[in-house]
Protein backbone atom coordinates (compact mmCIF):
# COMPACT_ATOMS: atom_id res chain seq x y z
CA UNK A 1 0.00 0.00 0.00
CA UNK A 2 1.36 3.40 -1.05
CA UNK A 3 -0.85 6.65 -0.47
CA UNK A 4 -0.81 10.38 -0.16
CA UNK A 5 -3.20 12.47 1.99
CA UNK A 6 -3.88 15.83 3.25
CA UNK A 7 -2.32 15.65 7.49
CA UNK A 8 -5.42 17.15 8.45
CA UNK A 9 -7.90 15.39 7.18
CA UNK A 10 -5.41 12.21 8.06
CA UNK A 11 -5.19 13.93 12.21
CA UNK A 12 -8.87 14.02 12.06
CA UNK A 13 -10.08 11.13 10.96
CA UNK A 14 -7.46 9.20 12.90
CA UNK A 15 -8.44 10.92 16.11
CA UNK A 16 -12.17 9.98 14.99
CA UNK A 17 -11.53 6.10 14.63
CA UNK A 18 -9.66 5.72 17.62
CA UNK A 19 -12.20 6.37 19.88
CA UNK A 20 -13.00 2.67 19.25
CA UNK A 21 -9.57 1.32 19.17
CA UNK A 22 -9.19 -0.83 22.38
CA UNK A 23 -6.42 0.37 24.95
CA UNK A 24 -4.91 -2.78 25.94
CA UNK A 25 -6.36 -6.25 24.16
CA UNK A 26 -6.10 -9.34 24.23
CA UNK A 27 -5.73 -9.32 20.12
CA UNK A 28 -2.57 -6.71 19.86
CA UNK A 29 -4.13 -5.75 15.88
CA UNK A 30 -7.08 -4.16 17.84
CA UNK A 31 -4.85 -1.55 19.43
CA UNK A 32 -4.12 -0.35 15.77
CA UNK A 33 -6.27 1.40 13.04
CA UNK A 34 -7.14 -0.59 9.82
CA UNK A 35 -6.74 1.46 7.04
CA UNK A 36 -7.72 -0.02 3.29
CA UNK A 37 -6.83 2.27 0.17
CA UNK A 38 -8.30 1.89 -2.74
CA UNK A 39 -9.49 4.15 -6.15
CA UNK A 40 -9.32 7.49 -4.57
CA UNK A 41 -9.59 7.35 -1.17
CA UNK A 42 -8.79 5.12 1.91
CA UNK A 43 -10.94 4.03 4.90
CA UNK A 44 -9.94 3.74 8.62
CA UNK A 45 -11.50 1.88 11.35
CA UNK A 46 -11.25 1.53 14.81
CA UNK A 47 -12.46 -1.21 16.50
CA UNK A 48 -12.59 -3.07 19.80
CA UNK A 49 -15.20 -6.16 19.14
CA UNK A 50 -18.28 -4.23 20.80
CA UNK A 51 -18.00 -0.60 18.87
CA UNK A 52 -16.93 0.15 15.30
CA UNK A 53 -15.77 3.55 13.71
CA UNK A 54 -15.36 3.98 10.05
CA UNK A 55 -15.02 7.45 8.02
CA UNK A 56 -13.48 7.53 4.68
CA UNK A 57 -11.14 10.83 3.50
CA UNK A 58 -9.97 11.59 0.05
CA UNK A 59 -6.55 10.02 -0.77
CA UNK A 60 -3.87 9.57 -3.93
CA UNK A 61 -3.76 5.87 -4.03
CA UNK A 62 -0.51 5.18 -5.95
CA UNK A 63 -0.57 1.39 -4.80
CA UNK A 64 -3.75 0.06 -3.34
CA UNK A 65 -3.91 -2.35 -0.11
CA UNK A 66 -4.40 -2.65 3.55
CA UNK A 67 -2.53 -1.75 6.77
CA UNK A 68 -3.11 -1.95 10.60
CA UNK A 69 -1.02 0.36 12.25
CA UNK A 70 -0.32 1.12 15.59
CA UNK A 71 -3.35 3.88 16.87
CA UNK A 72 -1.78 6.08 19.60
CA UNK A 73 1.66 6.38 18.02
CA UNK A 74 0.16 6.60 14.49
CA UNK A 75 -1.71 9.33 15.60
CA UNK A 76 1.17 11.22 17.17
CA UNK A 77 3.01 11.17 14.61
CA UNK A 78 0.51 12.52 12.44
CA UNK A 79 -0.61 15.31 14.46
CA UNK A 80 3.09 16.49 15.09
CA UNK A 81 4.53 16.26 11.59
CA UNK A 82 5.05 19.58 9.62
CA UNK A 83 4.10 19.60 6.34
CA UNK A 84 0.57 19.78 4.40
CA UNK A 85 1.00 16.23 2.89
CA UNK A 86 1.73 12.41 4.60
CA UNK A 87 3.03 9.33 2.89
CA UNK A 88 2.59 6.22 3.98
CA UNK A 89 4.12 2.93 1.97
CA UNK A 90 3.75 -0.27 3.55
CA UNK A 91 5.91 -3.49 3.04
CA UNK A 92 5.57 -7.17 3.25
CA UNK A 93 7.71 -7.31 6.22
CA UNK A 94 5.35 -5.70 8.50
CA UNK A 95 6.89 -1.91 8.38
CA UNK A 96 4.82 1.28 7.78
CA UNK A 97 6.90 4.17 6.24
CA UNK A 98 5.57 7.50 6.94
CA UNK A 99 6.80 10.82 5.49
CA UNK A 100 5.87 14.17 6.47
CA UNK A 101 7.99 17.42 5.09
CA UNK A 102 11.62 16.96 6.68
CA UNK A 103 10.50 13.88 9.12
CA UNK A 104 10.32 10.37 8.23
CA UNK A 105 9.75 7.78 10.60
CA UNK A 106 10.09 3.25 9.95
CA UNK A 107 7.42 1.81 12.59
CA UNK A 108 6.29 -1.71 12.74
CA UNK A 109 2.53 -2.29 11.49
CA UNK A 110 0.52 -5.23 12.79
CA UNK A 111 -0.80 -7.82 10.20
CA UNK A 112 -3.75 -6.97 8.38
CA UNK A 113 -4.76 -11.25 9.07
CA UNK A 114 -4.98 -10.87 12.41
CA UNK A 115 -7.63 -8.02 12.36
CA UNK A 116 -10.87 -9.64 13.38
CA UNK A 117 -13.84 -8.46 10.75
CA UNK A 118 -16.09 -5.82 10.90
CA UNK A 119 -19.35 -6.91 11.67
CA UNK A 120 -22.18 -6.82 9.18
CA UNK A 121 -25.10 -5.94 10.85
CA UNK A 122 -27.78 -6.28 7.65
CA UNK A 123 -29.66 -3.79 10.52
CA UNK A 124 -32.86 -2.27 8.55
CA UNK A 125 -33.22 1.48 8.60
CA UNK A 126 -35.28 2.32 11.38
CA UNK A 127 -35.37 5.97 11.34
CA UNK A 128 -33.83 9.48 10.40
CA UNK A 129 -33.11 12.46 13.06
CA UNK A 130 -31.43 15.51 12.80
CA UNK A 131 -27.72 15.70 14.40
CA UNK A 132 -28.52 18.18 17.11
CA UNK A 133 -31.65 16.72 18.02
CA UNK A 134 -30.43 13.14 18.80
CA UNK A 135 -27.41 15.12 20.21
CA UNK A 136 -29.61 16.88 22.81
CA UNK A 137 -31.34 13.78 23.85
CA UNK A 138 -28.45 11.74 24.40
CA UNK A 139 -26.49 14.23 26.52
CA UNK A 140 -29.94 15.69 28.43
CA UNK A 141 -30.27 11.69 29.81
CA UNK A 142 -26.72 10.06 29.43
CA UNK A 143 -26.20 11.88 33.07
CA UNK A 144 -28.59 8.93 34.85
CA UNK A 145 -27.01 5.98 32.80
CA UNK A 146 -25.53 3.14 35.56
CA UNK A 147 -21.80 2.95 35.76
CA UNK A 148 -22.75 -0.42 38.02
CA UNK A 149 -22.05 -3.07 35.85
CA UNK A 150 -24.19 -5.26 37.96
CA UNK A 151 -27.15 -5.01 35.81
CA UNK A 152 -25.10 -4.40 32.42
CA UNK A 153 -28.66 -3.48 30.65
CA UNK A 154 -28.98 -0.34 32.61
CA UNK A 155 -25.36 0.59 31.66
CA UNK A 156 -26.67 1.83 28.09
CA UNK A 157 -30.49 4.23 27.31
CA UNK A 158 -33.28 2.73 25.96
CA UNK A 159 -34.66 3.62 22.26
CA UNK A 160 -37.89 3.16 21.73
CA UNK A 161 -38.80 3.85 18.60
CA UNK A 162 -42.26 3.88 17.35
CA UNK A 163 -43.61 5.01 14.26
CA UNK A 164 -44.29 8.36 15.25
CA UNK A 165 -41.78 9.03 18.57
CA UNK A 166 -38.74 8.29 19.53
CA UNK A 167 -38.30 7.75 23.17
CA UNK A 168 -34.93 7.85 25.02
CA UNK A 169 -34.42 6.41 28.66
CA UNK A 170 -31.36 5.91 31.14
CA UNK A 171 -31.91 5.18 34.33
CA UNK A 172 -29.43 3.88 37.34
CA UNK A 173 -31.87 3.12 40.21
CA UNK A 174 -31.68 6.29 41.75
CA UNK A 175 -32.46 9.04 38.89
CA UNK A 176 -34.65 7.90 35.65
CA UNK A 177 -34.38 10.34 32.77
CA UNK A 178 -36.86 10.34 29.98
CA UNK A 179 -37.03 12.39 26.62
CA UNK A 180 -38.92 12.34 23.45
CA UNK A 181 -39.38 13.74 20.01
CA UNK A 182 -41.55 13.26 17.34
CA UNK A 183 -40.16 11.28 14.19
CA UNK A 184 -41.02 9.02 11.48
CA UNK A 185 -40.28 5.37 11.50
CA UNK A 186 -40.72 2.48 9.28
CA UNK A 187 -39.70 -0.10 12.49
CA UNK A 188 -40.77 -0.47 15.91
CA UNK A 189 -38.81 -1.49 18.18
CA UNK A 190 -36.92 -1.19 21.43
CA UNK A 191 -33.17 -1.28 21.78
CA UNK A 192 -30.54 -0.79 24.05
CA UNK A 193 -27.69 1.01 23.17
CA UNK A 194 -24.09 0.97 24.88
CA UNK A 195 -23.80 4.16 26.96
CA UNK A 196 -20.23 4.46 25.57
CA UNK A 197 -21.09 4.00 21.75
CA UNK A 198 -23.89 7.04 22.47
CA UNK A 199 -21.31 9.55 23.75
CA UNK A 200 -19.36 8.70 21.05
CA UNK A 201 -22.16 8.97 18.38
CA UNK A 202 -22.79 12.62 20.29
CA UNK A 203 -18.91 13.56 19.64
CA UNK A 204 -18.80 12.62 16.25
CA UNK A 205 -22.12 13.26 14.86
CA UNK A 206 -21.96 16.89 15.70
CA UNK A 207 -25.09 19.02 16.60
CA UNK A 208 -25.73 20.70 13.16
CA UNK A 209 -28.35 20.47 11.24
CA UNK A 210 -27.19 17.18 9.08
CA UNK A 211 -29.68 14.31 9.61
CA UNK A 212 -28.43 11.11 11.21
CA UNK A 213 -29.58 7.97 9.56
CA UNK A 214 -30.33 5.44 12.55
CA UNK A 215 -30.52 1.38 11.43
CA UNK A 216 -31.14 -1.55 13.81
CA UNK A 217 -32.04 -5.15 14.21
CA UNK A 218 -32.07 -7.07 17.38
CA UNK A 219 -28.26 -7.52 17.71
CA UNK A 220 -26.61 -4.07 16.09
CA UNK A 221 -27.36 -0.22 15.60
CA UNK A 222 -25.45 1.57 13.09
CA UNK A 223 -25.14 5.30 13.12
CA UNK A 224 -24.74 7.19 9.93
CA UNK A 225 -23.67 11.11 9.32
CA UNK A 226 -20.68 13.68 9.05
CA UNK A 227 -18.61 11.35 7.55
CA UNK A 228 -18.81 8.35 10.03
CA UNK A 229 -20.47 4.98 10.34
CA UNK A 230 -20.62 3.78 13.89
CA UNK A 231 -21.38 0.26 14.71
CA UNK A 232 -22.14 -0.70 17.80
CA UNK A 233 -23.52 -4.18 19.81
CA UNK A 234 -26.80 -3.85 21.46
CA UNK A 235 -26.89 -4.57 24.90
CA UNK A 236 -29.04 -7.65 26.02
CA UNK A 237 -31.71 -7.72 28.73
CA UNK A 238 -34.73 -7.03 30.28
CA UNK A 239 -34.94 -2.96 30.80
CA UNK A 240 -36.84 -1.68 33.84
CA UNK A 241 -40.35 -0.83 32.94
CA UNK A 242 -39.83 2.88 33.81
CA UNK A 243 -43.58 3.57 33.04
CA UNK A 244 -44.36 1.64 36.31
CA UNK A 245 -42.15 4.07 38.50
CA UNK A 246 -43.11 7.67 37.38
CA UNK A 247 -45.48 8.64 40.00
CA UNK A 248 -49.16 9.50 38.72
CA UNK A 249 -50.59 13.06 40.15
CA UNK A 250 -48.76 15.26 43.16
CA UNK A 251 -49.57 16.55 46.03
CA UNK A 252 -46.81 19.23 46.16
CA UNK A 253 -46.14 22.06 42.91
CA UNK A 254 -43.13 24.01 43.01
CA UNK A 255 -41.71 25.69 40.12
CA UNK A 256 -38.30 27.19 40.69
CA UNK A 257 -35.76 29.06 39.09
CA UNK A 258 -32.95 26.32 37.87
CA UNK A 259 -30.08 28.79 37.97
CA UNK A 260 -30.72 30.28 41.98
CA UNK A 261 -31.81 26.41 43.18
CA UNK A 262 -28.46 25.56 41.31
CA UNK A 263 -26.44 27.98 43.32
CA UNK A 264 -28.44 27.25 46.54
CA UNK A 265 -27.91 23.80 46.51
CA UNK A 266 -23.89 24.04 45.48
CA UNK A 267 -23.70 26.71 48.66
CA UNK A 268 -25.19 23.81 50.87
CA UNK A 269 -22.85 21.51 49.70
CA UNK A 270 -20.36 22.51 50.31
CA UNK A 271 -20.02 21.03 54.13
CA UNK A 272 -20.61 17.61 52.42
CA UNK A 273 -17.24 15.51 51.37
CA UNK A 274 -17.26 12.13 49.88
CA UNK A 275 -16.61 10.92 53.70
CA UNK A 276 -19.60 12.80 55.21
CA UNK A 277 -22.80 12.38 52.84
CA UNK A 278 -25.32 13.40 54.82
CA UNK A 279 -28.38 14.21 52.85
CA UNK A 280 -30.20 17.98 52.12
CA UNK A 281 -32.90 18.85 53.87
CA UNK A 282 -35.41 20.87 51.98
CA UNK A 283 -38.87 22.21 52.66
CA UNK A 284 -40.98 22.77 50.31
CA UNK A 285 -43.57 25.30 52.26
CA UNK A 286 -43.71 29.34 51.93
CA UNK A 287 -40.61 29.27 50.51
CA UNK A 288 -38.01 26.69 49.75
CA UNK A 289 -35.65 25.98 52.45
CA UNK A 290 -32.73 24.10 52.13
CA UNK A 291 -30.74 22.51 55.50
CA UNK A 292 -27.51 19.79 55.87
CA UNK A 293 -25.36 19.02 58.95
CA UNK A 294 -22.15 17.00 58.81
CA UNK A 295 -19.32 16.98 61.09
CA UNK A 296 -17.94 19.91 58.91
CA UNK A 297 -20.50 22.53 60.25
CA UNK A 298 -24.26 23.21 59.26
CA UNK A 299 -25.54 25.05 56.48
CA UNK A 300 -29.69 26.99 56.41
CA UNK A 301 -30.52 28.11 53.04
CA UNK A 302 -33.45 29.85 51.54
CA UNK A 303 -34.94 30.80 48.51
CA UNK A 304 -38.69 32.06 46.59
CA UNK A 305 -40.27 29.43 44.34
CA UNK A 306 -43.86 29.25 43.72
CA UNK A 307 -45.12 26.53 45.64
CA UNK A 308 -49.32 25.03 45.50
CA UNK A 309 -50.45 22.42 47.76
CA UNK A 310 -48.95 20.60 50.67
CA UNK A 311 -45.72 21.65 52.49
CA UNK A 312 -43.06 18.83 52.50
CA UNK A 313 -39.64 17.96 53.63
CA UNK A 314 -37.40 15.82 51.11
CA UNK A 315 -34.28 14.37 51.54
CA UNK A 316 -32.12 14.68 48.59
CA UNK A 317 -28.81 12.99 47.45
CA UNK A 318 -27.05 16.28 46.32
CA UNK A 319 -24.87 15.26 43.57
CA UNK A 320 -28.26 13.48 42.31
CA UNK A 321 -30.35 16.77 42.36
CA UNK A 322 -27.89 18.85 40.97
CA UNK A 323 -27.28 16.90 37.75
CA UNK A 324 -31.12 16.67 37.27
CA UNK A 325 -31.18 20.68 37.56
CA UNK A 326 -28.16 21.10 35.14
CA UNK A 327 -29.08 18.92 32.82
CA UNK A 328 -32.54 20.53 32.66
CA UNK A 329 -31.27 22.93 30.06
CA UNK A 330 -33.97 24.97 31.73
CA UNK A 331 -34.43 28.54 32.98
CA UNK A 332 -37.34 27.57 35.19
CA UNK A 333 -38.03 23.77 36.67
CA UNK A 334 -41.10 22.08 37.79
CA UNK A 335 -41.01 19.93 40.67
CA UNK A 336 -44.08 17.72 41.29
CA UNK A 337 -43.92 16.05 44.85
CA UNK A 338 -46.45 13.22 46.11
CA UNK A 339 -44.67 12.69 49.54
CA UNK A 340 -41.32 12.85 51.54
CA UNK A 341 -40.47 9.35 50.39
CA UNK A 342 -41.70 9.10 46.91
CA UNK A 343 -40.58 9.85 43.83
CA UNK A 344 -39.72 13.45 42.45
CA UNK A 345 -40.67 14.80 38.97
CA UNK A 346 -38.75 17.11 37.60
CA UNK A 347 -40.39 18.76 34.07
CA UNK A 348 -39.61 21.49 32.24
CA UNK A 349 -41.88 25.02 33.17
CA UNK A 350 -44.73 25.95 30.59
CA UNK A 351 -42.34 29.25 29.82
CA UNK A 352 -39.45 27.02 28.67
CA UNK A 353 -41.74 24.51 26.63
CA UNK A 354 -42.78 27.69 24.62
CA UNK A 355 -39.51 28.84 23.97
CA UNK A 356 -38.97 25.23 22.18
CA UNK A 357 -37.23 23.45 25.33
CA UNK A 358 -37.55 19.78 24.50
CA UNK A 359 -40.23 17.91 26.95
CA UNK A 360 -38.48 15.60 29.38
CA UNK A 361 -39.06 14.27 32.81
CA UNK A 362 -36.41 13.14 35.07
CA UNK A 363 -37.15 11.59 38.42
CA UNK A 364 -34.77 12.13 41.41
CA UNK A 365 -35.96 9.10 44.50
CA UNK A 366 -35.65 10.81 48.03
CA UNK A 367 -33.23 9.96 50.89
CA UNK A 368 -34.48 8.64 54.18
CA UNK A 369 -33.26 10.46 57.08
CA UNK A 370 -31.73 8.61 59.88
CA UNK A 371 -34.41 9.00 62.34
CA UNK A 372 -37.36 8.26 59.79
Known sequence: MKIICTRTLLADAIAGVSRAVSGRSTIPALEGILLQAEGFQV??????????????????????????????????????????????????????????????????SFSVDDYPTLPTPGAEKALEIQASVLNEM??????????????????????SIEENKLTVVALDGYRLAITEQEISSSQQLDII??????????????????????????HFVVFIAGGYTI?????????????????????TRVEIDVKMFVETVERASLIITERLKNPLRITFGDNVIVRCQTNLGK?????DAVVE?????IGFNNRYLLDALRNSGCEKVVLELS????????????????????PFQFLVLPVRFKND
Open 43 to 108: TLTGHDTEIAITTTIEANVMEPGQAVIPAKLFGDLVRRMNGEEIEITTTMNGTANIKGASAEFDIS
Open 138 to 159: ISRTLYAVSQDDKKPVHTGELF
Open 193 to 218: IPAKALTEVSRLMGDGEEVVKISANR
Open 231 to 251: ISRLLEGAFLDYKRVVPQGYR
Open 299 to 303: VHDSM
Open 309 to 313: GEAVE
Open 339 to 358: GPLSPVKVLPSAQDLEQGKR
